[in-house]
């Protein structure tokens, strides 16, 4: 299975703070159709994930364009410019490239 | 407005079967793949194991492909998840997805004798 280690596990920010969180593979994510289906979820307390990037850098829907996906083969990063209360939560990464899907261990967010 | 609703978990004896279920409704249901995947309690999420849109292919996590079925009634909108031979280890709380980009509130299931 590919492994996804996410770093850092926790994050304690202030708010309007930009913030980044890595995510890496263990195997190149690039699917024989060349798209790198590579995802990242929020989930907020209580709440039920969220998709929040989807294949590296597309933001969906509804998502502020305060968040922004990179990265390729086996390396990403999702940044969130200017942080807001309502991004507090857990982030995800997600790869949906090679079976059986898998995901990152979280990164809690937090308020400092 | 695209909604998951799952039914269906509960109180389960170790070794007894559950069948889960996700009501689908703001989109075409027919015409998407969808998962499930379950949330331990310590937060960990693993991938389940999805079925095509007509309900003709379904790929699994090999750890549960044995015990774990998921299908299909597109005619009623809705999504399953049929557990068999239930452990501690499954207890957590599933989730249906529209491949990952709309998720339901999930539906938590405990295994305990």
């Known amino acids: 299975d590919v492994v996804m280690t996410q770093t850092p596990p926790s994050l304690s920010v202030a708010i309007g703070q930009s913030v980044s969180i890595s995510c890496k593979s263990s195997q190149s994510l690039v699917y024989s159709d060349g798209k790198t289906y590579l995802h990242w979820l929020l989930q907020s307390p209580g709440q039920s994930p969220k998709l929040l990037i989807y294949q590296v850098s597309n933001l969906g829907s509804g998502v502020p364009d305060r968040f922004s996906g990179t990265g390729s083969q086996k390396d990403f990063t999702l940044k969130i410019s200017r942080v807001e209360a309502e991004d507090l939560g857990v982030y995800y990464c997600?790869?949906?490239?090679?079976?059986?899907?898998?995901f990152g261990a979280g990164t809690k967010l937090e308020l400092k | 407005e695209v909604q998951l609703v799952e039914s269906g978990g509960g109180l389960v004896q170790p070794g007894a079967s559950l069948k889960l279920s996700c009501v689908a409704s703001?989109?075409?249901?027919?015409?998407?793949?969808m998962s499930w995947v379950r949330q331990t309690p310590g937060k960990t999420m693993e991938w389940i194991g999805d079925?095509?849109?007509?309900?003709?292919?379904?790929n699994y996590a090999p750890s549960l492909k044995n015990r774990f079925t998921i299908s299909r009634d597109n005619a009623k909108s809705t999504l399953y998840l049929q557990m068999s031979n239930v452990r501690s280890e499954d207890t957590a709380t599933y989730y249906c997805?529209?491949?990952?980009?709309?998720w339901g509130q999930g539906a938590s299931v405990t295994v305990s004798s």
């Open positions: 079925i095509k849109y007509d309900g003709s292919y379904t």
């Open positions: 703001g989109f075409t249901f027919s015409d998407y793949w």
């Open positions: 997600v790869q949906a490239t090679h079976f059986p899907y898998t």
């Open positions: 997805t529209r491949v990952m980009g709309a």
